[in-house]
């Protein structure tokens, strides 16, 4: 065997990813479940008049708004874990 000059340090042929920045992939995560971030819109929008309630002494109704917050919450996480199933699935195939 002849021992030649070891192969050139180029480009090994794998491929090549661009740099994702932060915009590019909330976008594409809000594309491939968009429920998600509606949950967390929904979220936010109670918690917010419910604080409001609660400031301006409407017990009562700030006392179902914070129930209502709970349950935008399960809305969200529920949402993020289905997303997340429907992906493993895909990648499966």
Do not use: W
Not at 27 to 56: A, M, Q
């Amino acid at each position: 065997m002849e021992a030649g000059p070891p192969p050139p340090l180029g480009p090994s042929g794998l491929p090549v990813f661009r740099e994702e920045g932060f915009g590019d992939k909330f976008l594409r995560k809000t594309r491939e479940n968009p429920l998600v971030p509606l949950g967390c819109l929904c979220t936010v929008g109670v918690l917010t008049y419910g604080l409001i309630s609660f400031k301006r002494g409407h017990t009562r109704r700030s006392q179902l708004l914070m129930r209502a917050r709970i349950l935008a919450q399960g809305f969200t996480f529920a949402a993020l874990l289905g997303g997340m199933a429907v992906t493993a699935i895909q990648a499966r195939k």
